[in-house]
C-alpha cells in the first residue's frame, strides 16, 4: 500500500517533536511548541459580526443538491483584528508564537493541533525589532504563493485591516513572506501607492522577529470564502486593473476555454475532441498558467463567456464583468461549489455540466454530444 505525502511528513513531524523536546541542546535552539493559546486570549481584539441569507433560487438549489454538503440558509461571519504585544513571527513557516508562554497562537481557521505546518526543526536567527506598528500578512507558510489561496483566503485580511478597521489611517509596514511571486509583488506595489501610509517589509526565511505591536486580522464564515464580501473582491479587481492599466469599461466579446493539459491532474481524457467542440462554437483556448499575471487579467476582463474544467485558472472569473457566463465542468463524482459560489458573488450567470467518473490523476472522459447540447444551449442567449 502507497504512503502518503502527508504521513511522511507527519512521521517527520513526530520524529523532530521527540528530538526537539529531548534533547536540551536542541530546545534552546530550536522553537517548536506544543501548547495553543487562541488568538482572542493572547492579543486585544476588535470584532465584527454579521449575518445574511443566503437566498438560493430553485436553480440554484439543484445544483447544491449534487454537492457533499448542503451549504446552510445563512451566512455567519466573524471579523476581528487583534492587537498583539512582544509576539514572535517565524519566518520559515509564517507561525505567531508567544515565547513567554511556550505556545503557538491560533487563529478562527486553524487546526486545533500543533503540526509540522507551524513548525520546522531549523535554527531561526532572532530579530529585535522596536516600537513600530506592524500588520501579519505571513500567516500560514503552506500555500502561500498559490493563486487562489492567496487572493480569496488570505487577501480579505488586509483589506479589511485597511478598510474595516482603518489601519491604515497611521504609519503601517506589513509584513510578508520574502519569496512571494511577481503578481503578489505587484499587488502590494499597487496597494502602497494608494495607502501612502502602508509599506510592506519581507521577513526573511531563516529569521524570528520579535514584534512589539503587532496586528493580526482573524476572519471566518460558515461559507466557502469564495461567497466573499462583494466590496472586497471590488477592491481586489480595481487595485489590479488600475495598477496594470486596464479599461475596465470594455464590452466583452470573447470565448475562452480554459484548458489544463499542461497539467498532471483533472483532465479530460479525450482533449483533442472536446477542444475541438469549443473551437467549432468560437472559444479560444488558453493555458492561464502560460500568461503572466497582468495577461490573465486582460484576457479573462475582455471574455463573454468562460469554459473549463474545475481549478484554479477559475480564479479569474474574479477580473470578469458582471454579465459574463461561467460554464464549469466536474467529473460526475467530484462536484465543488468554490466557483459556483465566486461567480453567483459576482452577479455571473454560473452553470455546470457533469462528465464520467475520475480515472486515475483524476482524469475523466466528457461525450462530445453533451458538451454541444450545453453549448448550443447556453449561447442561444446571448444572441
Not at 480579505?156 to 478597521?165: R, T
Not at 471590488?234 to 492599466?245: A, D, N, S, V, W
Amino acid at each position: 500500500m502507497a504512503v502518503k505525502k502527508g504521513s511522511i511528513r507527519h512521521f517527520r513531524w513526530f520524529i523532530s517533536n521527540l528530538a526537539v523536546n529531548l534533547i536540551p541542546a536542541l530546545k534552546r535552539k530550536i522553537i517548536l511548541y506544543n501548547r495553543i493559546i487562541p488568538a482572542a486570549e493572547a492579543g486585544a481584539a476588535d470584532m465584527r459580526e454579521s449575518t445574511q441569507a443566503t437566498n438560493f433560487n430553485a436553480e440554484e438549489r439543484e445544483f447544491i443538491n449534487y454537492l457533499p454538503r448542503q451549504l446552510p440558509e445563512q451566512l455567519k461571519r466573524k471579523i476581528a483584528c487583534i492587537e498583539f504585544h512582544d509576539k514572535t513571527l517565524l519566518g520559515n513557516t509564517g507561525a505567531l508564537v508567544d515565547d513567554n508562554n511556550q505556545a503557538l497562537i491560533s487563529f478562527m481557521r486553524s487546526r486545533p493541533f500543533v503540526n509540522y505546518h507551524d513548525f520546522r526543526p531549523e535554527i531561526l536567527n532572532p530579530v529585535n525589532k522596536g516600537e513600530v506598528r506592524y500588520f501579519n500578512m505571513l500567516g500560514s507558510h503552506r500555500g502561500h504563493r498559490h493563486l487562489f489561496h492567496f487572493l480569496i483566503d488570505r487577501m480579505p485580511q488586509l483589506y479589511y485591516a485597511l478598510n474595516l478597521f482603518k489601519l491604515a489611517e497611521q504609519p503601517l509596514i506589513v509584513l510578508i513572506n520574502e519569496d512571494v511571486p511577481k503578481f503578489q509583488r505587484d499587488l502590494y506595489r499597487f496597494i502602497s501607492n494608494d495607502y501612502p501610509n502602508v509599506s510592506f517589509v519581507e521577513v526573511p526565511h531563516n529569521e524570528r522577529w520579535k514584534v512589539e505591536n503587532l496586528f493580526h486580522v482573524d476572519y471566518y464564515q460558515t461559507i466557502k470564502t469564495t461567497l466573499a464580501d462583494p466590496d472586497f473582491l471590488k477592491f481586489l479587481k480595481t487595485t489590479f486593473m488600475r495598477g496594470y492599466g486596464i479599461d475596465n469599461n470594455l464590452s466583452p466579446t470573447d470565448r475562452i476555454y480554459v484548458c489544463r493539459e499542461d497539467t498532471k491532474n483533472r483532465r479530460f481524457v479525450n482533449e483533442q475532441e472536446i477542444a475541438a467542440v469549443f473551437e467549432e462554437f468560437g472559444f479560444k483556448k488558453i493555458l492561464a498558467g502560460k500568461l503572466s499575471f497582468e495577461e490573465q487579467i486582460r484576457t479573462f476582463n475582455n471574455a463573454q463567456y468562460i469554459a473549463g474544467i474545475h481549478g484554479a485558472g477559475l480564479t479569474n472569473i474574479l477580473f470578469s464583468s458582471p454579465g459574463a457566463r461561467a460554464l464549469e465542468i466536474f467529473s460526475e463524482d467530484h462536484v465543488k461549489d468554490t466557483y459556483f459560489l465566486l461567480s453567483r458573488t459576482l452577479g455571473q450567470d454560473y452553470s455546470y455540466l457533469f462528465g464520467g467518473t475520475q480515472r486515475r490523476h483524476s482524469h475523466f472522459h466528457l461525450p462530445a454530444s453533451r458538451l454541444e447540447n450545453k453549448l448550443r444551449t447556453t449561447l442561444s442567449s446571448l444572441t
